[in-house]
């Protein structure tokens, strides 16, 4: 089965800074979505990745897929409290497909002021 | 607003007993999924129905069961209760899962089982 692991687990950076987050799959890449979710909240959807270089950015964050390397990474530039959540990486397990996402473990973010 | 509406949000239950989580979709929405997010397992996908069929089965216990009703709602049937079933279980809904496009997730419902 699929596995996701997200580096680091946990990061504490200073508002302002920038920062990324890297997920990487022990199998082929389909499609890579990236999820953020408040403490004890649903999962809110940021981006979905569909092919090998393609990058996409929304506001202050961007994503990159990388297929050779089977990895993903999520960057956030001048974080901002508002930033502060879980993220999530999940990927389908076949092409063309949304269904049974497996996610990773995912990075727990925090922004001080 | 995912548009995606979970009842109950919160549950406290004891060893043993059964409990039901219902889920609403959103609208016109007509695959479900249904996970489970746990300290020590993270976020595990249990099952999917597409228009009240069973459509893929995960890690699901089979003391858990979940059927989708002609209206589309779903519901979430957690029997045998155990200590480890306590967690925040989520669920999703997407028009077509045969297409990419993005899971919509309720809130959840935090079920505590002591």
């Known amino acids: 089965s699929q596995e996701l692991e997200q580096s680091p687990q946990s990061l504490i950076v200073q508002e302002g800074k920038n920062l990324t987050i890297n997920c990487t799959s022990s199998?082929?890449?389909?499609?890579l979505y990236w999820y953020k979710q408040k403490y004890g909240e649903g999962l809110i959807f940021l981006m979905m990745?569909?092919?090998?270089?393609e990058e996409k950015s929304h506001e202050k964050i961007t994503a990159k897929l990388d297929e050779k390397k089977q990895q993903s990474s999520l960057h956030i530039t001048a974080s901002q409290p508002s930033h502060a959540g879980i993220y999530l990486c999940?990927?389908?397990?076949?092409?063309?497909?949304?269904?049974?996402?497996?996610f990773g473990t995912g990075t727990r973010l925090q922004v001080t002021l | 607003d995912s548009g995606v509406t979970q009842t109950p949000k919160h549950l406290i239950t004891a060893t043993g007993q059964r409990v039901t989580l219902r889920c609403s979709p959103r609208?016109?929405?007509?695959?479900v999924y249904w996970y489970q997010q746990s300290l020590d397992q993270g976020l595990q996908f249990l099952i999917q129905?597409?228009?009240?069929?069973?459509?893929a089965k995960g890690n699901i216990l089979e003391r858990f069961s979940a059927q989708q009703f002609p209206d589309l709602h779903s519901e979430l049937n957690l029997s045998s209760l155990e200590l480890g079933d306590s967690a925040l279980y989520f669920c999703?809904?997407?028009?077509?899962?045969?297409?990419?496009?993005?899971?919509?997730f309720g809130e959840g419902s935090r079920l505590t089982v002591l």
């Open positions: 999703a809904s997407t028009l077509n899962p045969g297409q990419d496009g993005e899971l919509f």
């Open positions: 199998k082929t890449l389909y499609g």
């Open positions: 990745l569909q092919k090998g270089g």
């Open positions: 999940g990927a389908p397990p076949g092409p063309g497909t949304a269904s049974k996402l497996t």
């Open positions: 609208s016109g929405d007509l695959s």
């Open positions: 129905y597409y228009n009240g069929e069973e459509r």
